[in-house]
Nanobody, 118 residues
Framework: QVHLVESGGGLVQAGGSLRLSCAAP???????????MEWYRQAPGKERELVAR???????SYADSVKGRFTISRDNSNKRVHLRMNSLKPEDTAVYYC?????????WGQGTQVTVSS
């Protein structure tokens, strides 16, 4: 498992941008690079959904709802993963969670709130 800490959430107007960061301060580099890192979100009354994923090899994938607007990136040397969110919409409002998956086991961060006003 990996201890994850998110930051960067907040309130933004529609059309604006935010950058979320997720750090793994207690994990050594050689372990972190083996994790698939993911961003999920959960809006009130809805199920948690996968937003973006980056594999240990650096490949990325996105939910259709965020393709072309969100970018996931990983900084292995600093044991971080980021989610750049552009052209934000009110429907992007949710608690965003960072997750690390390895060997079928997934660890979660505490979540960070993103609110997009219209």
């Amino acid at each position: 498992q990996v201890h994850l800490v998110e930051s960067g959430g907040g309130l933004v107007q529609a059309g604006g941008s935010l950058r979320l960061s997720c750090a793994a301060p207690r994990t050594i580099f050689s372990v972190f690079v083996g994790f698939t890192m993911e961003w999920y979100r959960q809006a009130p009354g809805k199920e948690r959904e996968l937003v973006a994923r980056t594999s240990s090899g650096g490949s990325t994938s996105y939910a259709d709802s965020v393709k072309g607007r969100f970018t996931i990136s990983r900084d292995n040397s600093n044991k971080r993963v980021h989610l750049r969110m552009n052209s934000l919409k009110p429907e992007d409002t949710a608690v965003y969670y960072c997750a690390g998956e390895r060997g079928g086991r997934r660890s979660w961060g505490q979540g960070t709130q993103v609110t997009v006003s219209s």
